[in-house]
């Protein structure tokens, strides 16, 4: 099984500032097939499902602020919240679909400073 | 619009079984894979298993720990996705979510969730 491993697990930034999130793998989730990481940020907010913001490690997805943005390759990634607004407080998930099973970070939670 | 609606959660007794069903719409159904996640409470998100789409016969995969116990299964006549669990265990409680999967690269994928059924297992 593929682990994926968070850093920070908790992390309060300022309204207005950046918030950085890092998510490692314990094997490279880029396939050579088609040059792709398989790699997804998902966003959860209390009492609600899961939010995909972030597939192939990079596309945003439709409707999603750009002031998300996804980066890495391989088997390290980041999720990046430049300009943190109230509503972005959440745990942020990264997950991986290069294999079976499907396994996901441990979450990090994103609070107000 | 895509929408995904699970149903047939409740309490169920520990060794009982429960069968859930995740009615879909708006897509086309029998190109696309399918996925089920659950999530304990206070826990993150857990792959349960998928099936695949009819170019693949509807294939299964599952989480080690379901498999054996539970069967996903598809009636693409209907657009539904079915979780048999059997042999429940406490540690199956948790909202259960379906989801279109990434597998066979023909649908869009993670980006449509119902609002779960809540399974609760317990005496």
């Known amino acids: 099984d593929i682990v994926m491993t968070q850093s920070p697990d908790s992390l309060a930034v300022s309204l207005g500032e950046r918030a950085t999130i890092n998510c490692k793998s314990s094997?490279?989730?880029?396939?050579?097939?088609?040059?792709?990481?398989?790699l997804a940020w998902f966003q959860q907010k209390l009492g609600q499902p899961p939010k995909l913001l972030i597939y192939w490690a990079s596309t945003r997805e439709s409707g999603v602020p750009d002031r998300f943005s996804g980066s890495g390759s391989g088997t390290d990634f980041t999720l990046t919240i430049t300009n943190l607004q109230a509503d972005d407080v959440a745990v942020y998930y990264c997950?991986?679909?290069?294999?079976?099973?499907?396994?996901f970070g441990q979450g990090t939670k994103v609070e107000i400073k | 619009d895509v929408q995904l609606v699970e149903s047939g959660g409740g309490l169920v007794q520990p060794g009982r079984s429960l069968r859930l069903s995740c009615t879909t719409s708006g897509f086309a159904f029998g190109d696309c894979s399918m996925s089920w996640f659950r999530q304990a409470p206070g826990k993150g998100p857990e792959w349960v298993g998928l099936i695949k789409n009819k170019d693949y016969r509807g294939a299964t995969e599952y989480a080690a720990s379901v498999r054996g116990r539970f069967t996903i299964s598809r009636d693409d006549s209907k657009s539904i996705v079915y979780l048999q669990m059997n042999s429940l265990k406490t540690d199956d409680t948790g909202i259960y979510y379906c989801?279109?999967?990434?597998?066979?690269?023909?649908?869009?994928?993670?980006?449509?969730w119902g609002q779960g059924a809540m399974v609760t297992v317990s005496s």
């Open positions: 094997q490279s989730v880029l396939h050579s097939s088609n040059n792709r990481d398989y």
């Open positions: 989801t279109r999967d990434e597998w066979g690269g023909l649908c869009g994928f993670y980006d449509y």
């Open positions: 997950q991986q679909y290069s294999s079976s099973p499907r396994t």
